[in-house]
């Protein structure tokens, strides 16, 4: 099958498109056709080298981890999917990934994907909105009336995490540049804050939840500041040392999200009742992922990269 994978860590000309070996399923396990996969940030992290002392990787690694497609075989204890059912999937980070023909995975983490959506849209959604989905509610506990703080906005997690927290009830305010601010608006944020022009520290206080969707720039420390007593800081890439977060009686957690086939019927459950939107930024075929990573790493893009596998209106 033709994928895009690495053969050693390192920048990315460590990509190649080629062929690999179809994936074989075990009795408990479902064999996609992929018809789209995200691009996401954790990508280029793992080609650096991100996992690379845990051992949990066999090169070569495809690289990807959530997708939309058509379940072409199931094992033999399967039986609540079936072939030929559309569905979508985030798969473990620890596994082979899912920009390739083929990927196979366990089904209790297969949902099916929205009626709504495209192949292409459905794919831009399972690792990134579940993040914000997990982070918000099983690490943030959001009620309605907290006031929250979602850096980077307008990013792929960013963006789904604003639209989540607007229906959890929170008050959100979002960081971005000027240029996306109409998008993080438009998104539903409440308030929004230029980082390139501001110091967030000094325009909020007092927040319930600080959700740092990015890492760099020291945000998450210079966050605490900003966080009530007993409220909740959580990150999806940089660490802060137990004393700075625990004297200041803060809830930290640098967050890995979980597959989850129940988060997945609940992100469904958002889009089809039009709670959630998703955003586009570009798609790219197979033969381009190199430079779909190239995208994702210049922190440019406006919502999810989406590389179309298969051409849907063939289908």
Same mark, same amino acid.
């Not at 690379?52 to 204890?77: C, F, M, N, R």
């Not at 473990?92 to 983490?109: C, D, F, H, K, M």
């Not at 930290?252 to 609940?266: A, D, I, Q, Y």
């Given at each position: 099958?033709?994928?895009?994978?690495?053969?050693?860590?390192?920048?990315?000309?460590?990509?190649?498109?080629?062929? /690999?070996?179809?994936?074989?399923?075990?009795?408990?396990? +479902?064999?996609?056709?992929?018809?789209?996969?995200? !691009?996401?940030?954790?990508?280029?992290?793992?080609? @650096?080298?991100?996992?690379?002392?845990?051992?949990?990787?066999?090169?070569?690694?495809?690289?990807?981890?959530?997708?939309?497609?058509?379940?072409?075989? $199931?094992?033999?204890?399967?039986?609540?999917?079936?072939?030929?059912?559309? +569905?979508?999937?985030?798969?473990?980070?620890?596994?082979?990934?899912?920009?390739?023909?083929?990927? %196979?995975? @366990?089904?209790?983490?297969?949902?099916?994907?929205?009626?709504?959506?495209?192949? $292409?849209?459905?794919?831009?959604?399972?690792?990134?909105?579940?993040?914000?989905?997990?982070? #918000?509610?099983?690490?943030?506990? +959001?009620?309605?009336?907290?006031?929250? /703080?979602?850096?980077?906005?307008?990013?792929?997690?960013?963006?789904?995490?604003?639209? $989540?927290?607007?229906?959890?009830? %929170?008050?959100?305010?979002?960081?971005?540049?000027?240029?996306?601010?109409?998008?993080?608006?438009?998104?539903?944020?409440?308030?929004?804050?230029?980082?390139?022009?501001?110091?967030?520290?000094?325009?909020?206080?007092? !927040?319930?939840?600080?959700?740092?969707? !990015?890492?760099?720039?020291?945000?998450?420390?210079?966050?605490?500041?900003?966080?009530?007593?007993?409220?909740?800081?959580?990150?999806?890439?940089?660490?802060?040392?137990?004393?700075?977060?625990? @004297?200041?009686?803060?809830?930290?957690?640098?967050? /890995?999200?979980?597959?989850?086939?129940?988060?997945?019927?609940? #992100?469904?459950? #958002?889009?089809?009742?039009?709670?959630?939107?998703?955003?586009?930024?570009?798609?790219?075929?197979?033969?381009?992922?190199?430079?779909?990573?190239?995208?994702?790493?210049?922190?440019?893009?406006?919502?999810?990269?989406? $590389?179309?596998?298969?051409?849907?209106?063939?289908?």
């Amino acid at each position: 099958m033709k994928a895009a994978y690495i053969k050693q860590y390192g920048a990315v000309d460590n990509l190649v498109v080629g062929q /690999l070996s179809k994936p074989s399923i075990s009795e408990t396990q +479902v064999l996609i056709k992929v018809v789209a996969a995200g !691009v996401n940030p954790v990508d280029f992290h793992i080609r @650096n080298g991100m996992l690379q002392d845990t051992g949990t990787h066999k090169l070569p690694l495809v690289i990807g981890w959530d997708a939309s497609g058509i379940i072409e075989e $199931i094992g033999s204890q399967v039986t609540d999917l079936s072939i030929g059912d559309e +569905v979508y999937v985030y798969t473990p980070l620890t596994e082979q990934g899912t920009q390739a023909e083929y990927v %196979a995975v @366990n089904a209790n983490i297969v949902a099916h994907k929205p009626n709504a959506l495209t192949y $292409i849209q459905s794919a831009a959604v399972p690792l990134a909105a579940l993040t914000a989905l997990q982070a #918000l509610t099983d690490e943030g506990q +959001v009620k309605a009336g907290n006031k929250v /703080l979602i850096h980077n906005g307008a990013g792929g997690v960013g963006s789904f995490a604003i639209q $989540i927290a607007k229906h959890l009830g %929170a008050y959100v305010i979002a960081t971005g540049s000027e240029a996306k601010k109409d998008f993080i608006m438009q998104l539903g944020a409440d308030e929004f804050i230029d980082y390139k022009q501001d110091n967030f520290e000094q325009k909020v206080s007092n !927040v319930d939840l600080v959700f740092a969707a !990015v890492g760099g720039n020291n945000i998450v420390e210079r966050s605490l500041d900003i966080i009530k007593e007993n409220g909740r800081l959580i990150s999806v890439l940089d660490e802060i040392s137990v004393e700075k977060y625990e @004297n200041k009686n803060i809830h930290f957690n640098r967050m /890995l999200v979980n597959p989850s086939r129940e988060g997945l019927r609940k #992100l469904t459950d #958002l889009i089809e009742n039009k709670e959630i939107k998703i955003t586009i930024d570009s798609v790219f075929s197979l033969d381009e992922a190199k430079q779909a990573m190239v995208r994702s790493e210049s922190a440019r893009a406006t919502g999810k990269i989406v $590389i179309e596998v298969i051409d849907e209106n063939l289908l």
